[in-house]
């Protein structure tokens, strides 16, 4: 029987095992990520490069960690009118530490903002799905905008911004997918899809969505192999860059438990007219 405070062995499992992982390899003084010693790896490769090591396990060839990198500088910032943003600004406020802002910030980061690249990378999937068994490009989009629509309602992601016509990350983004495919760095097989996306939400509209940023975004990732579960993780890593200097820079400015409406502007309230509290004796 296992004195008291000691880890007992389970079954045919040793403590040992109890976690396993196939990224890192930690010892008293060595530390080695994906096999290759860290030590080996500061200052040799780029950060980007390190993040592909890190999710992939392999080296990231220079123009596929170029590729990313072009990725992770597109979704850095938005400016403090995005909800991460501004909740990250509002937190430092509070007194929770740069740390805790950034978790707050990130903490917004979900389906409907921030989270319509891995959507994108999804639809994508889908329509390759079908053009793998057998289906014709177009034929194989429209299927799977239907069924997309079907599932979640009229909303595309990668398509179309609140802020602008043309979004300007998305246009280099394009630049790079384009000069890329001539150099066979990538195939260009999600490239052509998401001009085949853009092409059928534009049949009869005299305005049709421009690709946005997380479209370029979903295309890029796809085209470098990453799968649509990573989609947002990569995104949050660049948004975080951005969130930590808003939150950085709006703790320098001394200001305490900063809202979102200045002091003298209040909320429309829209609920029950003033009303006169009965008597105690007929409270519940």
């Not at 660049?238 to 409406?261: D, M, T």
Request: proline content about 7%.
């Amino acid at each position: 029987m296992a004195a008291s405070g000691e880890q007992k062995d389970l079954p045919g499992q040793s403590i040992e095992s109890w976690w396993e992982s196939a990224i890192t390899d930690i010892a008293p003084g060595s530390i080695r990520i994906r096999g290759y010693a860290i030590e080996d790896l500061i200052g040799r490769i780029s950060f980007p490069a390190m993040i592909w090591l890190t999710l992939r396990g392999e080296l990231p060839s220079p123009r596929q960690a170029q590729l990313l990198g072009a990725v992770l500088v597109a979704g850095v910032d938005h400016g403090p009118q995005a909800p991460s943003i501004a909740i990250a600004r509002m937190a430092i406020t509070c007194g929770i530490g740069i740390n805790g802002a950034i978790a707050s910030g990130v903490n917004a980061l979900g389906d409907i903002h921030g989270g319509a690249g891995q959507q994108c990378m999804e639809l994508l999937s889908l329509i390759d799905a079908k053009c793998r068994s057998g289906a014709e490009l177009y034929p194989a989009v429209a299927a799977a905008l239907d069924e997309w629509r079907g599932w979640h309602g009229r909303f595309i992601p990668g398509f179309g911004h609140r802020f602008h016509a043309v979004d300007p990350r998305a246009t280099r983004i394009a630049e790079l997918l384009n000069q890329a495919v001539r150099d066979r760095v990538i195939a260009g097989h999600f490239v052509q899809m998401g001009e085949a996306v853009r092409r059928e939400l534009a049949r009869g509209k005299t305005s049709p969505p421009a690709m946005n940023i997380d479209g370029a975004a979903a295309v890029l990732l796809l085209e470098l192999g990453f799968p649509p579960e990573l989609g947002r993780g990569i995104f949050v890593l660049s948004r975080s860059v951005g969130i930590c200097a808003h939150a950085f820079e709006q703790s320098c400015r001394g200001e305490r438990i900063k809202g979102p409406l200045p002091p003298e502007v209040t909320v429309r309230y829209t609920g029950a007219a003033p009303r006169i509290l009965p008597r105690d004796e007929t409270l519940p």
